[in-house]
């Protein structure tokens, strides 16, 4: 059970516009930024999202994150055929002491 | 360009160890944390442990005990010494620098805890 709420899967046709949310509690969301990260089939995970909403270079302006409280969210438009992947939110955890990951979302483009 | 490569994964029986390495290039190693985070198969994202610049460490409470993280920025390296290893702990073992967000990210290496 992770400390960070995922839903387990999200879909969408291409051109729409998806969110994913990522719940988690005072002592990690609510205190800290949260970071988003793609992972394509059969590779390493990439960061999508750092500092609640900034992209790094080379990260397209159709991945947008938020941040509300104790929860995030990633949202995706014009989804395209390559953004098919695994979604993780993260951040850092004040009563763990340590980094926590969401379970994951695995968003198909139908 | 920025590169992180890990070893040292293999098969290994349950109550036993292994050492990972990662060799870190195109970067002031020193400069920054360095994390472990592992995935087993099938399954999600689990960060394992972090050391930052001045050797400070910190472990997730499933490895704490049997898992100890050092660094050797002499040789731009990252280690993890697994000790006491469980089937639980077979994954795919990815280390990460600690910059804005764990990025970059090695393309990792299994370990396999079976009799």
């Known amino acids: 059970q992770s400390v960070l709420t995922q839903p387990p899967s999200a879909s969408g046709t291409p051109g729409q516009r998806i969110t994913i949310s990522c719940s988690g509690s005072?002592?990690?969301?609510?205190?800290?930024?949260v970071y988003w990260y793609q992972q394509l089939p059969g590779t390493a995970p990439k960061l999508l999202i750092y500092?609640?909403?900034q992209r790094p270079s080379g990260v397209p302006d159709r991945f947008s994150g938020s941040k509300s409280g104790t929860s995030a969210s990633l949202a995706i438009s014009g989804l395209q055929s390559e953004d098919e992947a695994d979604y993780y939110c993260?951040?850092?955890?004040?009563?763990?002491?340590?980094?926590?990951f969401g379970g994951g979302t695995k968003l198909t483009v139908l | 360009e920025v590169q992180l490569v890990e070893s040292g994964g293999g098969l290994v029986q349950p109550g036993g160890s292994l050492r990972l390495s990662c060799a870190a290039s195109?970067?002031?190693?020193?400069?920054?944390?360095m994390h472990w985070v592992r995935q087993a198969t099938g399954k999600g994202l689990e960060w394992v442990s972090g050391?930052?610049?001045?050797?400070?460490?910190y472990y997730s409470d499933s490895v704490k005990g049997r898992f100890t993280i050092s660094r050797e920025n002499a040789k731009n390296s990252l280690y993890l010494q697994m000790n006491s290893l469980r089937a639980g702990d077979t994954a795919v073992y990815y280390c990460?620098?600690?910059?804005?967000?764990?990025?970059?990210w090695g393309q990792g290496t299994l370990v396999t805890v079976s009799s």
């Open positions: 195109g970067f002031t190693f020193s400069s920054y944390d």
């Open positions: 050391i930052g610049t001045a050797g400070d460490t």
């Open positions: 500092n609640n909403n």
């Open positions: 990460a620098r600690g910059a804005l967000g764990f990025d970059p």
């Open positions: 993260a951040v850092w955890d004040d009563s763990l002491n340590g980094w926590v």
């Open positions: 005072s002592s990690n969301i609510g205190s800290h930024t």
